[in-house]
Structure formats: structure tokens, C-alpha cells
Nanobody
Framework: QVQLVESGGGLVQAGDSLRLSCAAS????????MGWFRQAPGKEREFVAS????????YYADSVKGRFTISRDNAKNTVYLQMNSLKSEDTAVYYC??????????????????WGQGTTVTVSS
């Protein structure tokens, strides 16, 4: 059974940092691109960041570019999202996602085959 489990969310103040982790189990995703999405209350799920299977190519939403960094450790089957200079508008449930059969970054949810349950990030201003 394939599982993606996010961790690292919490309540922080504006300007603080958080590091999210997503541990995959059930199969290796070392050949697949992975990504992070988020969904704020009352809003649609939106793309945050994506990373290629080697980690050599990353892609970010304009709203997080320069503040967030996505990375991965294929030996641990884990992807990370380092979030710095957090803002109140970053408050959301953050979801990890994995593609299947493609190592290319993508910014649309339909391109991802596996999803985690989400971890909540709350940024107080």
C-alpha cells in the first residue's frame, strides 16, 4: 500500500520558518517527480512547488518563490519543503504529492497519482 505521510506543520508567527517532510512508503518514488500543494479555508487547492526525480529541477509558484525551497532525499524516499519568511497568507493545509511514471515537474494536481493526508500550517500575524 502506497502512503505519503506529511509532518512538520504547526502554528508559527509571521516571519518564522518551518520545514515540512513527506515520507513515502509502499514503493520507491526515486524516479518520479514530487510536489507540494496547499489549500486554504474556502479556497481551491493550489500548487506550491515541484521537484524532478533527480532533484536537479525545481519549480515554484510565484507566491512562494524566494521564500520556500523544495528538496528530496531519494535514499530516504522523502521530500521536504523549507518555508522561510512565512506570511499569514501561507496559512493552509499542505499536501505532498507524487507523480507516477514521470520524473518531470508539474504544477497541476491531475498530474499527480498519489497524495498525502495533509499537514496544517497556521501563520499568525
Amino acid at each position: 500500500q502506497v502512503q505519503l505521510v506529511e509532518s512538520g506543520g504547526g502554528l508559527v508567527q509571521a516571519g518564522d520558518s518551518l520545514r515540512l517532510s513527506c515520507a513515502a512508503s509502499g514503493r520507491s518514488f526515486s524516479g518520479d517527480a514530487m510536489g507540494w500543494f496547499r489549500q486554504a479555508p474556502g479556497k481551491e487547492r493550489e500548487f506550491v512547488a515541484s521537484i524532478s526525480w533527480t532533484g536537479g529541477h525545481t519549480y515554484y509558484a510565484d507566491s512562494v518563490k524566494g521564500r520556500f525551497t523544495i528538496s528530496r532525499d531519494n535514499a530516504k524516499n522523502t521530500v521536504y519543503l523549507q518555508m522561510n519568511s512565512l506570511k499569514s497568507e501561507d496559512t493552509a493545509v499542505y499536501y505532498c504529492a507524487a507523480r507516477s511514471g514521470s520524473g518531470i515537474v508539474a504544477d497541476t494536481p491531475i498530474r499527480y497519482a498519489y497524495w498525502g493526508q495533509g499537514t496544517t500550517v497556521t501563520v499568525s500575524s
